[in-house]
């Protein structure tokens, strides 16, 4: 009877616990329609902004075609790495290619996240660099405003204004440890992007007198031009998203992370994200054709609409700058924090498997009874004489030297967060360091060009298709990933640079 009534309770609070952890995996993370917002956000940024330029380097048509291609090819990318993680414990796309490629294809994906992540950081504070300061002064101020007042002299200087906006603005979204609250304010930079397309539409059909006059159709639409090759690094980098793709994935509720939601979710977001860009980028082409530059509120004439569009521009940078920002906090610590907790878990282990251990383990136990001995007559002596003890020294330096053991930096409860301090020094280091470099950073699509055709082209596609044939044999899909990354990362990469070393000088 006291068996069957033990058996009942077990039961109940094996129910219980199964209940329990049910409502946990549905109270956190988000839903689809919450995780499509976030990687639509991650998706449009600055490759939407330069498609403009990108399509008037290239040609009308054929632009056209390598968007919608790439699109797709992206989409079907996503889908495989997802397929492929799910099979493995570190559901990651290190661990993902540590799985098929061994070492080398880890240390490969951790240095190509790292950089497209670092290059898609530096272009969001390069748009805001080069539309904030100027939208504000323009719409505070007027154009030819000789105000004396300190914020008008603050909007002179678009770098300052830069490093205020990021440190006021950015830095405390940074911190956050993962992209769950991000949600709510990936709405407001969907709509913010919705809103410049609505604006840039409507200044191509309101305002004739902007722009410049069509050519020929055959010239505008037909043509395929030089540029191409040096632009095919933007058209990539619209699309490239598999360095956040498992923080997309991750975030989802434990009970919604299967592959048909994932597929949903890629799908909804690139088409999306691929309507927005187009959009924008052929309405700002057919304004000034082959006039139109990367960055194309540089060649709009001021006007408050602009403005406005700047802002909002600007706007959706500051929303989006924080989810690269977090794979590159990740990468960091998988990099240099996860080998110094190896190395000091194999010391340790080494201390405690050493046979001289065991035999001075009677002399420590000895010296522990004299200590405590002497801990216990310095107590004695101590309430005799009326002096404070001091056995509290040691236990502080012990609390500091268990801070100091690379083991103790990480959270328990998830090994790719650091405890406050490190967060946030770690945290501000990035955002320190990107901030800086796009402050010096010559144009936009400069950027775009190189940061898409070297490590953009590597995670969207070759690594994918090599993992395809690896882990699952030959395929159409991965050869056509395989081809289209190595052809497009090594021709474009070339062009690339050598655009840039011209910039540059």
Not at 175 to 203: G, H, K, Q
Not at 227 to 244: A, M, P, R
Not at 284 to 298: A, L, Q, R
């Amino acid at each position: 009877m006291q068996q069957q009534e033990t058996a009942s309770l077990t039961d109940s609070e094996a129910e219980n616990d199964e209940s329990s952890r049910a409502e946990e995996g549905t109270a956190q993370g988000s839903n689809v329609a919450g995780a499509i917002f976030n990687f639509t956000n991650a998706i449009v940024g600055a490759g939407a902004i330069g498609l403009g330029g990108a399509i008037a380097a290239s040609g009308g048509f054929v632009s056209i075609a390598l968007i919608i291609f790439f699109g797709l090819l992206t989409k079907l990318s996503l889908d495989l790495v997802i397929r492929l993680s799910l099979g493995i414990e570190d559901q990651s796309y290190e661990g993902l290619a540590a799985e098929g490629l061994g070492r080398t294809g880890r240390v490969t994906v951790l240095i190509c996240k790292l950089f497209y992540a670092f290059g898609c950081l530096v272009a969001y504070i390069v748009v805001i660099r080069d539309n904030l300061a100027p939208a504000l002064g323009h719409l505070i101020f007027g154009s030819k405003s000789t105000s004396k007042a300190w914020f008008h002299h603050i909007l002179d200087e678009p770098s300052s204004f830069t490093w205020m906006i990021s440190l006021t603005m950015i830095l405390p979204l940074c911190l956050l440890r993962d992209m769950t609250p991000l949600a709510s304010f990936s709405v407001v930079s969907l709509v913010s992007m919705v809103s410049i397309v609505a604006i840039v539409m409507y200044i191509y059909f309101g305002c004739p007198d902007i722009g410049e006059p069509s050519t020929s159709f055959s010239k505008d639409w037909l043509e395929i031009r030089p540029g191409i090759i040096e632009s095919l690094g933007t058209f990539v980098f619209t699309f490239v998203s598999q360095h956040t793709v498992h923080l997309v994935f991750g975030s989802l509720k434990p009970n919604l992370q299967t592959l048909d939601n994932f597929k949903k979710v890629s799908s909804w977001s690139l088409f999306t994200a691929t309507s927005i860009s187009v959009t924008v980028g052929l309405f700002v082409y057919m304004t000034f054709w082959d006039k139109t530059e990367s960055d194309i509120f540089d060649i709009y004439p001021q006007s408050w609409m602009i403005d406005v569009a700047k802002i909002l521009l600007c706007t959706t940078m500051v929303l989006t700058f924080p989810l690269p920002l977090f794979t590159c906090r990740e990468l960091l610590i998988v990099v240099l924090v996860h080998p110094c907790i190896r190395e000091d878990n194999s010391s340790s282990s080494a201390i405690d498997t050493d046979p001289q251990s065991e035999l001075l383990e009677p002399l420590l136990d000895s010296n522990e009874d004299v200590e405590g001995g002497n801990e216990i007559q310095e107590e004695n002596g101590d309430d005799q004489n009326g002096a404070p003890a001091t056995s509290s020294e040691p236990s502080i330096l012990n609390h500091l030297k268990s801070i100091a053991t690379p083991r103790n930096w990480l959270l328990p409860e998830d090994s790719r967060q650091l405890r406050l301090v490190g967060h946030v020094f770690l945290t501000t280091s990035l955002w320190f360091v990107c901030t800086g470099l796009a402050i010096a950073a010559p144009n936009l699509g400069d950027v775009l060009d190189l940061v898409g055709c070297f490590s953009g082209t590597i995670i969207a596609f070759i690594l994918p298709g090599l993992l395809a044939m690896r882990l699952e044999g030959y395929s159409c899909l991965a050869l056509l990933l395989l081809i289209v990354g190595a052809s497009v990362g090594v021709i474009g990469t070339y062009f690339s640079v050598q655009k840039l070393y011209v910039d540059l000088l």
